[in-house]
């Protein structure tokens, strides 16, 4: 995924922290992503396991050359959740959890 | 059955990733009423903007009308369709409006399309719901200006990967970890695509080996296509053939015009070519790239076991294109010998005066003292008219 530095031409939103990036303000663009503010740029949060809740271990990841974590979406999970028994039922009954209101029953 | 319909997801719960988006989405519609501002969902393609839509419709009972990119959503179709609905909604139940690919409407093909959308942003009285790719472009920040944006992101590749071994589990199948890791590199966050790549990797014929995404050439895909023993395995060989759409039109067409092969064949095959084509055509001059996902299926058509098609890349066969080459090129010096004498142009000479100048030698009324090779060209051109 390759970032590009450009002079704003219309106003946008930051991936990151999804805040305005004005136009004229230097922004990095990467096609079909978006644009996020320079300073977001150096922001390095690692993603959350949504299972157990705890770091899903981006460091170690097999993927973390293509992963860009200031782009992806925010909850993944972690080596260890991932090898449990029945481990998408575990993922679904987690997202149930965080997020009850995604439970729609109507 | 492509596994992407298979497993498409019934409900909210079954989406994976972009939690805090979906769960934004939900309860702008659980406190939806009139008045509210519309929803712009922004994010890359295949993560499930479209079905999200389609589901929230579902399970909150809306009746959904969607425009998609294969609409023209010009002005007067958008408000053909769309006003209806904002103004009688008691004759259409509980409707809700999705404009899928907002930031794909044309300026041209889609003339006065997004003026049509904001007015009808601003004045909604039904939940609309938007979905762009980016939201950068000018006709979006206008558009904007009278939504609420929900941003998702492409997904973690781990998450992917969880994701696909779900379904390979489900159907029973196997890839080696080499190609699974390659495929979910290689679908950037795209759960369709990487749905539909690993369903061609199983079905398809080579073993899921890393070699099986190499892109095949234009001679190789077409003759491999051709040698295929099914058709998931020649459809494995379309997908692979990544190149500009015009070519592999072009060299299917070239291939099947050159080869022998019955009449009914080639009327049936060629007519599936002029479907590929129209769809194509149809796609650079709306510029609806979202339709070039059929081409390959139409293409598809042209597959059948044990045909002797075999890559060729011009489109015309070998004694006729001998003949142009060749005989286009004396008829040519024969032209510019006469045109001065008789005061033509160059077209008027070969599509009128030619063939009364044949006539004139075959029936010995004129002779023509001309080299040995005009001689033979107007011999043969004679042979011809007979």
Known sequence: MSWIKITMKFDGTCIVCNQKVKAKDIGLWSKGVGVKHEKCAEKNEELKCIMCGGLAGCISCEFIKECDLQVVSKLCICKKCEQEQNSFDFYKNSVMKKFPVLNLKI | ?386
């Open chain 2, 1 to 386: 059955m492509m596994w992407s319909e298979k497993y498409r997801p019934k409900n909210i719960l079954d989406l994976v990733g972009n939690e805090e988006p979906r769960k934004l989405l939900v309860e702008w519609f659980t406190k939806w009423k009139k008045g509210m501002k519309p929803i712009l969902l922004v994010g890359p393609p295949g993560i499930g903007k479209t079905t999200l839509a389609n589901l929230i419709a579902k399970q909150y009972n809306y009746d959904l009308i969607s425009l998609n990119a294969s609409d023209v959503r010009s002005k007067q179709n958008i408000q053909e369709i769309l006003n209806p609905v904002l103004g009688n909604q008691t004759i259409f139940g509980t409707p809700m409006i999705f404009i899928d690919e907002v930031d794909g409407v044309h300026g041209r093909a889609d003339y006065g399309g997004v003026e049509a959308i904001i007015k009808i942003l601003k004045e909604s009285t039904v939940p609309i719901i938007l979905a762009a790719n980016s939201d950068l472009s000018k006709k979006m920040q206008n558009i904007k200006k009278s939504v609420q944006t929900i941003q998702f992101r492409p997904l973690p590749p781990r998450l992917l990967l969880f994701y696909l071994n779900k379904i390979l589990q489900l159907e029973d199948a196997k890839i080696s970890t080499d190609s699974l890791m390659k495929l979910v590199k290689e679908s950037r966050g795209d759960i369709r695509s990487m749905i539909n790549f690993a369903q061609a990797l199983v079905t398809g014929y080579n073993p899921p080996t890393e070699k099986s995404f190499e892109v095949l050439d234009v001679e190789g895909g077409v003759n491999s296509f051709y040698k295929s023993n099914s058709v998931d395995e020649a459809r494995s060989i379309l997908y692979s053939l990544r190149i500009n759409p015009r070519d592999k039109i072009n060299a299917f067409y070239s291939s099947i015009i050159t080869s022998k092969m019955n009449v009914d064949d080639m009327q049936k095959f060629l007519q599936i070519i002029s479907s590929a084509d129209m769809l194509y055509g149809k796609i650079m001059k709306t510029q609806q790239w979202r339709l070039l996902r059929y081409l390959d299926a139409i293409l598809l058509g042209l597959y059948k076991k044990n045909l002797p098609i075999r890559y060729s890349k011009y489109n015309l066969s070998w004694p006729i294109l001998n003949r142009i080459r060749w005989d286009g090129a004396k008829i040519k010096s024969l032209m510019e010998l006469f045109v001065k004498d008789m005061h033509v142009s160059k077209s008027t000479f070969s599509s009128i005066c030619l063939g009364f100048l044949l006539f004139c030698v075959k029936n010995k009324k004129i002779d023509l003292e001309l080299d040995e090779s005009l001689q033979e060209i107007i011999q043969k051109e004679i042979e011809l008219i007979k």
